[in-house]
């Protein structure tokens, strides 16, 4: 079965500055789709960032970029100049071969502190 | 609608009784997805619609757990003899495409406890 790993349960960081979630997966699949949701307290999943497997350049959306190291199987969210509002569970997700379904880790608690 | 909406937001129900959540998608999309949410771990898929195709019901864990999507629109997920197990929250998604590659749009999700 595939599996998707965060290993920081909770990280901090300062307002303004930059913080790297790690995530790491495993797969058999060649071509595949990872992404990073971020959950507020208001429970709404929100879709930050999308990779595609086949692509070796990064996707980065604005403030969000990622770290796609496909040998390594690893996808870390950089996120710059953070913000208060950045403060979230972030979830690493991949998509899970000849299904619908979106494979998510156990999250990431990220605290801003101003 | 402007966003996936789900009721009720919180629900709090006893054990043994049945419980039923609702979904409603983005209208146009045709796919549909339920999560679950258990406290501290990520989402677990439960089941997949994709207009009037066979929904994928490869993810619900008993049979005690079903879902319908009534005119390929609003989906209603329901949970009979609900045990304290259950307690979660159940987040519905829908999307455009056909293929989760394009990740989803979720709604708000409904709070479950089970006293």
């Known amino acids: 079965a595939q599996t998707v790993t965060q290993s920081q349960p909770e990280m901090s960081v300062q307002e303004a500055e930059t913080v790297t979630l790690s995530c790491t997966y495993d797969t058999s699949e060649s071509d595949y789709y990872l992404f990073w949701y971020k959950q507020p307290p208001s429970r709404q999943m929100i879709l930050v960032i999308r990779?595609?497997?086949?692509?070796?350049q990064n996707a980065t959306e604005n403030r969000f970029s990622v770290n796609f190291q496909k040998a390594a199987k690893s996808f870390s969210l950089k996120i710059s100049d953070s913000q208060l509002g950045d403060a979230a569970m972030y979830f690493c997700?991949?998509?899970?071969?000849?299904?619908?379904?979106?494979?998510f880790g156990k999250g990431t608690k990220l605290t801003v502190n101003p | 609608g402007a966003g996936v909406s789900q009721s009720p937001s919180n629900k709090v129900t006893e054990k043994g009784k049945d419980v039923e959540l609702r979904c409603d998608p983005i209208s146009g999309h045709t796919a549909l997805y339920w999560y679950r949410q258990s406290l501290g771990q990520g989402l677990e898929f439960l089941i997949y619609f994709q207009g009037n195709s066979a929904p994928d019901k490869s993810g619900l864990p008993s049979d005690r757990f079903s879902a319908e999507r009534t005119g390929g629109s609003v989906s209603t997920l329901t949970i009979q003899r609900t045990q304290q197990e259950d307690s979660a929250v159940y987040l519905c998604?829908?999307?455009?495409?056909?293929?989760?590659?394009?990740?989803?749009?979720f709604g708000s999700g409904t709070r479950l406890t089970v006293v």
């Open positions: 990779q595609e497997a086949y692509k070796q």
């Open positions: 998604a829908s999307s455009q495409h056909t293929g989760s590659r394009y990740g989803y749009t």
């Open positions: 997700a991949q998509t899970q071969g000849g299904s619908e379904k979106l494979v």
